[in-house]
């Protein structure tokens, strides 16, 4: 998947801004919950992302969900609105890289797109993060634009399957973008 906002919504040398703001911290995370985060600039939300994610450095996560809505559109399909995820493969910055991974639980119910899901800002933000605090996970970037049925059959899988992965939910908390997944997750 292409890096298509470098520069815009975070800036070019991201790893190095992030490296003097890390310290050796250790955070709690229950395999139960989610952490809801930013789904603005880095520029607007740097220091609320910061203050939720940095607690979390020294944890290890096999794999970060990061569940997000889709704002591109129009999105044409048949049939209700699908979940969609990049390509397995790499998402890089100039300074930064992590992998990207669809589990085999979850990859029936999503539709595989770079080109969708480039046009997302979301998972971009959180690469320089992700890639110095938890550089071995695995991350599964899950994206969707409207109601679809599989978005709580994939809660349950994440959280049955991966008890002790991180789930990050990209939300507009003025706008409620990710009201969907924000509702799966609170049940």
């Known amino acids: 998947m ?3 906002v470098e520069g815009i919504m975070y800036p070019i040398d991201a790893k190095a801004v992030l490296s003097s703001a890390l310290y050796p911290v250790s955070g709690h995370y229950s395999s139960n919950s989610y952490i809801e ?3 603005k600039a880095w520029s607007i939300c740097k220091d609320e992302l910061d203050l939720r994610l940095l607690p979390l ?3 290890d996560y096999p794999y970060v969900f990061v569940l997000a809505p889709l704002h591109k559109g129009p999105v044409t399909f048949d049939g209700p609105c699908p979940v969609y995820a990049p390509e397995d493969g790499e998402l890089s910055g100039s300074d930064w890289s992590i992998t990207l991974r669809c589990p085999d639980e979850i990859r029936s119910m999503v539709r595989f797109s770079d080109d969708i ?6 998972l971009e933000i959180l690469g320089p993060y992700l890639s110095l605090m938890f550089p071995q996970a695995k991350t599964c970037y899950l994206l969707s634009s409207g109601e679809s049925p599989d978005i709580h059959e ?9 008890p002790s992965s991180l789930i990050l939910l990209s939300n507009n908390s003025d706008a409620n973008c990710a009201k969907l997944w924000k509702e799966a997750l609170d049940r």
Not at 154 to 162: A, E, H, N, Q, S
């Open 2 to 4: 292409r890096c298509a």
């Open 117 to 122: 899901c480039s046009e997302e800002s979301s």
């Open 57 to 59: 450095k020294g944890n």
């Open 154 to 162: 994939i809660v349950k899988i994440l959280r049955k399957d991966f």
């Open 37 to 39: 985060i930013p789904h």
